[in-house]
């Protein structure tokens, strides 16, 4: 589920410049390919960005991954996780998520 700008308004009882900075900072990744800006459902825990996002967001981006391939991989299967990246987050695994991100360079 993708949720777009004014839902997050509406989620996290922020302003859109609140929202947009979120984003800008990689506290919540966001994409354009399917028409407005939109962040995935799932990085969002409890009505707050995850914490955990952000630091495994910038390894990604760090090896080169544009902002949707970074999605990509923390939406998709990962086998040496058993599960996806961000469920994998969900479960505590930083640590664990982190170090599989490094070897995706």
Do not use: Y
Request: with cysteine; hydrophobic share 40%.
């Amino acid at each position: 589920m993708w949720l777009t700008v004014p839902d997050l308004v509406e989620m996290l009882d922020e302003p859109v410049g609140r929202i947009h900075r979120l984003i800008q900072e990689h506290r919540l990744p966001a994409t354009r390919r399917n028409g407005p800006l939109q962040v995935p459902a799932a990085c969002i825990r409890d009505g707050e960005p995850m914490s955990e996002v952000r630091g495994t967001l910038l390894v990604l981006l760090d090896l080169g991954f544009t902002e949707d391939e970074a999605i990509d991989w923390l939406l998709g299967d990962d086998d040496a996780l058993g599960t996806t990246p961000i469920d994998a987050l969900r479960q505590g695994r930083k640590a664990e998520v982190r170090r599989v991100a490094q070897t995706q360079g």
